[in-house]
């Protein structure tokens, strides 16, 4: 964390200090103290506090004082050692090209570090006041095969969560022992709402969680299937890691510290079934869309948004361009994700409007004041390849539509997995899932045999990825292509 310059003339942002923020910081202008829990969050990063949180906020502003957040993370204590000094206040700072406008939040009441005390987790999940709990845990804190879409049943979490129910570690131990306790004390059942880049996030996690439960307790599973609710959610900002620079900037704007501030573009998506049978806050009046059908939207997005970014941090990690802006700034590279939409496009519902769409991509990926680092989206690629490109790419071809820069995404990620960069340099892989695998040595092998045991990783392309020799012949060509060109001039034969 970023020391402020003069720690003494720099007090800590908080309650106290609200009334003195300089007169353009937009601040709460409700009674937090008559604010009461209605959600419990888990997985408090920065695109909670970016998104879901501000919602909140608006809500709260508007005197649905019954909706307040208690947050929990599942594993680090940084935002709550960050926040809980701060009276649990931080600063949403929304920034395009050189324009720039700074809001503290008070949406969120608590902040819990799950590991440290598991029973107070269990009792804020139980509270009867509670009825909605929203996640954003990443991909992988589903702890399933999401090719296959299972539970991970093997997992040394998932076998630890069923012998210590009353200390859980995953979303599944947490929120079964939630359900069992308010069950058992006629506590309305809670609404869950999946914020994660998955798709059909809530039938999945829903699933899961009850293939967790029948496990130990099959009624309980049985309930959870029948009478938890969890809507489909497609949820878009753009929130890149707070860096070092940003904490001093706002602080600095501030003149209070504030140690933990997100920085977000101004663009936002909050799309959601309306599946909520114990009610929830009017967050439509925030600009969310409460729609019947999510699958459209949340496939836009999926593949035009996350799939081009995971093409584009194959690039940036290729290359050694650091961020989404600096790969996109080359016109060589914006052209290849071009054509990636131009071919995505027929993959996704007549009802929503790609083009559109992808014209505001372009617009935000461009956003220079954003510094999204390729490393960041690069973590956990393997969790998020299959949903985002593999998908689309599926079905494009099985239709036998044009899909050249959509495998050239695949065979990018492919070599994103090797050793080193272009340029020599290590390419540092964070993926527990893919660290765990056997990857092939992709200097020593020919193209062939790289694709070859590729194809292997279950995780990834399912129990029958090399199924069709056709894909896997095409698949081949993009990535011999690759490594004999380059990634310039495997785009080139292809443009
Ligand atoms: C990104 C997403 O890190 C990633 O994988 O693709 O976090 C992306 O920025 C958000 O989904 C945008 O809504």
């Excluded at 058992?184 to 709402?193: K, R």
């Excluded at 070859?452 to 399912?462: D, I, N, S, Y």
Aim: charged letters at 25%; proline letters at 7%; a negative charge.
């Amino acid at each position: 964390m970023t020391a402020p310059k003069n720690p003494q003339t720099r007090p800590r942002l908080s309650m106290a200090g609200l009334a003195a923020l300089p007169e353009d910081i937009i601040r709460p202008a409700y009674d937090r103290a008559a604010v009461t829990p209605g959600i419990v969050h888990l997985g408090i990063g920065a695109f909670h506090r970016a998104h879901q949180a501000v919602f909140i906020d608006d809500c709260l502003g508007r005197g649905e004082t019954g909706w307040g957040i208690i947050a929990a993370s599942l594993r680090s204590r940084d935002t709550r050692d960050a926040i809980a000094p701060q009276d649990q206040l931080y600063t949403y700072c929304e920034r395009n090209g050189e324009s720039e406008s700074l809001r503290v939040i008070g949406s969120i009441l608590e902040t819990i570090v799950a590991p440290e005390d598991p029973a107070r987790l269990i009792a804020a999940l139980s509270d009867p006041r509670v009825r909605i709990v929203t996640l954003t845990v990443t991909e992988k804190g589903y702890l399933a095969n999401l090719a296959e879409r299972r539970l991970l049943s093997d997992h040394p979490d998932i076998r630890h969560d069923l012998e210590h129910p009353d200390r859980p570690k995953t979303i599944h131990g947490y929120l079964t022992a939630a359900i069992r306790a308010r069950r058992a004390a006629g506590a309305v059942p809670l609404t869950l709402l999946s914020c994660d880049n998955l798709p059909s996030n809530g039938p999945v996690l829903k699933a899961l969680l009850a293939e967790f439960a029948a496990k130990s307790d099959a009624d309980l599973a049985d309930y959870i299937r029948e009478t938890i609710a969890a809507p489909c959610v497609m949820v878009d900002r753009i929130v890149p890691a707070t860096t070092d620079e940003d904490r001093a900037a706002i602080t600095g704007a501030l003149q209070a510290e504030d140690a933990w501030p997100v920085v977000a573009e101004p663009y936002f998506r909050w799309v959601i079934e309306d599946e909520f049978p114990h009610g929830r806050p009017a967050i439509e009046l925030s600009g969310a869309e409460i729609v019947t059908d999510v699958e459209p939207y949340e496939h836009m997005k999926l593949r035009m948004l996350n799939g081009a970014h995971t093409a584009i941090a194959a690039i940036g990690q290729i290359t050694g361009l650091a961020t989404v802006a600096d790969v996109f700034a080359e016109p060589r590279f914006r052209r290849f994700i071009d054509r990636y939409w131009q071919e995505v496009d027929p993959a996704l519902s007549p009802q929503v409007d790609g083009p559109t769409y992808v014209a505001g991509l372009r617009q935000r990926f461009a956003n220079p004041s954003l510094k999204h680092k390729a490393v960041q989206i690069a973590s956990d690629a393997s969790q998020k390849v299959p949903q985002r490109i593999l998908a689309p790419l599926r079905e494009l071809f099985a239709a036998g539509k044009p899909s050249d820069a959509v495998f050239l995404a695949l065979a990018l990620w492919i070599r994103s997995c090797a050793a080193h960069s272009e340029a020599g340099e290590a390419i540092t892989i964070h993926d527990p899932a893919f660290n765990a695998w056997e990857a092939p040595d992709q200097t020593a092998l020919p193209a062939e045999a790289v694709v070859a045991q590729f194809l292997t990783f279950e995780r990834v392309f399912g129990p029958e990825g090399a199924a069709d020799p056709a894909f896997t012949a095409a698949l081949t060509a993009a990535y011999r292509s690759l490594s004999e060109d380059g990634v310039a001039g495997a785009i080139d034969r292809i443009l």
